[in-house]
């Protein structure tokens, strides 16, 4: 029998069904039974992703902003560069916690005669331990006070505007999301963080680290460099939330009443959905 034109057209169309098909299944799966974890976020943890006010493409949908806490920045200037989903590393992704996950820390870590080193080693997909506005937040917090204590006592030029940006962003913009541990286990690390209001598990990525600010680049370490799905779409029913008081049309974050709270469920997937959004005052 020829295969036609007609056959690859049909063909190509049971294709996209199926692979909609297998989509929507595992959209219904992730979200039956009761979430797995359920967080209050806002502007600050969800950034918009798109926004279109054409009928064309009036899709909507909000990035999860996470972060790492770096606690090897020095340079106060760097805090003008440090944003979300910046793939930075951290303490605890160390030589042993990167065994734990699954990395070979018995090979050199820089470059040498062995062609195989530690930082040629593949990215490992991991579950991360999401905690918001948590203890991590409250150490941040702490670490941009100090510094921006320190850039006033220095008394350098523009040190009352470096020293106010940084209190700014870090109060009042700056995510309150940040990973703050990975295992090969997810249930492990559920029963290290019980709360599942202020803790969610999601699936990620970690890849050795190849250079950066922490002390741990040096030395078997890693970072994060992702986490999966890290796209929420928005319904909607729930769009007004996000749109700017000046134009109902536009998504505008930046924009003068665009401040919004909104819960977040993540699934037995662990894949996030919006439960519900409401505009709110900054």
Known sequence: MKWGRKHSVVAAVALIAATNTVALVGVVYNRTGEPESTLRLSQRELGIERYRTDRENSGLALQLNWRVLDEGVTDPEDYRYLGPRYG????????????????????????????????????????????????????????????????RAAGKKDADKLSDEILEREGKTSSRLFVVDASLDAASLRAKYPDRTRYAIVS????????????????????????????????????????????????????????????????????????SATRSSR
């Open 88 to 151: 930075t590393s951290a303490k605890w992704l160390d030589k042993e916690k990167m065994a734990a996950l699954g990395f070979d820390v018995t090979v050199p870590d820089q470059e040498g005669d062995n062609m195989r080193t530690f930082q040629h080693e593949l990215a490992r997909d991991v579950f991360l331990a999401l905690e918001m506005d948590g203890p991590t937040y409250q150490r941040a917090l702490a670490k941009a006070t100090a510094t921006a204590a320190q850039v």
């Open 204 to 275: 990620g990525r970690v890849e050795p680290m190849r250079g950066g600010f922490s002390p741990a680049a040096s030395s078997h370490g890693g970072y994060v460099s992702a986490v999966n799905v890290d796209e929420i779409n928005v319904p909607l029913e729930l769009r007004a939330a996000f749109s700017s008081a000046s134009n109902p049309n536009e998504y505008d974050v930046r924009a003068a009443g665009t401040a919004y709270d909104a819960t977040v469920a993540f699934g037995r997937r662990f894949e996030p959905w919006l439960v």
